[in-house]
């Protein structure tokens, strides 16, 4: 355990479908991380919050719109996504001025 | 951000020891040099940091040699556990947030 943990685990959904991944650090780390990880690719970086605000947007399509309401959560809200988005969606948190990383288990998302 | 160079896998036997070598060439004065872990369908896990010379933890070692322009993660006896994917990151001081992440090296260790 990382002290960072992810909601669903596993997400299947259609193309119109709206839905949510939650993330929740115990760890009283005050800059939050999505990443995306497709098969076969590198570990891409989405977003970036410190102290709540965003401070990182790697162009990621407007279909994926992050919210940040305190340090300790993240969600990331989906909505018309396409089978392209499909891969595992891993959550981190850090110290601000530790480049220390810690990663949730990841929400494998399957877009229909 | 400095560009890293790895090999894209390594074979070893339980009870080996493992040097993985990552090239940075254009490593900044600044720049740290980190070693994540990666289980299938989990999420990278920190394993080391370094600046220049030799870093030890319970886990591994890194070998910075004087012109930093490459770095080498040395795991002592491996065991079948330890079967991940390695990566290499440069980033800039502490703190460094953007956490670029290239294909890294795939160990496969064999009993």
């Known amino acids: 355990e990382t002290g960072v943990t992810q909601t669903p685990r596993h997400l299947v959904m259609g193309m119109t479908n709206k839905k949510s991944l939650k993330c929740e650090q115990h760890?009283?780390?005050?800059?939050m991380y999505w990443y995306k990880q497709s098969a076969k690719k590198p570990l891409e970086l989405m977003f970036v919050?410190?102290?709540?605000?965003?401070?990182e947007n790697n162009s990621v399509p407007s279909r994926f719109s992050p919210e940040c309401p305190n340090s300790s959560h993240l969600f990331l809200h989906l909505h018309t996504l396409q089978p392209e988005d499909s891969a595992l969606y891993l959550c981190?948190?850090?110290?601000?001025?530790?480049?220390?990383?810690?990663f949730g288990p990841g929400t494998r998302l399957t877009v229909l | 951000l400095a560009k890293t160079t790895q090999p894209i896998s390594m074979d070893s036997y339980e009870g080996q020891e493992v040097n993985i070598t990552c090239s940075h060439n254009?490593?900044?004065?600044?720049?740290?040099i980190t070693w994540y872990q990666q289980f299938p369908s989990q999420g990278p896990r920190f394993i080391i940091q370094?600046?220049?010379t030799k870093v030890t933890n319970e886990v591994a070692s890194l070998f910075i040699p004087a012109d930093r322009k490459s770095s080498t993660l040395s795991l002592p006896r491996v065991s079948l556990s330890d079967t991940a994917v390695y990566y290499c990151?440069?980033?800039?001081?502490?703190?460094?947030?953007?956490?670029?992440f290239g294909t890294g090296t795939r160990l496969l260790v064999s009993p």
């Open positions: 990151l440069v980033g800039e001081g502490t703190g460094f947030q953007k956490l670029v």
């Open positions: 254009n490593i900044a004065t600044n720049d740290y």
């Open positions: 919050y410190n102290f709540k605000e965003q401070t």
């Open positions: 981190a948190s850090s110290q601000a001025g530790n480049n220390e990383q810690f």
């Open positions: 370094g600046y220049k």
């Open positions: 760890l009283g780390h005050n800059a």
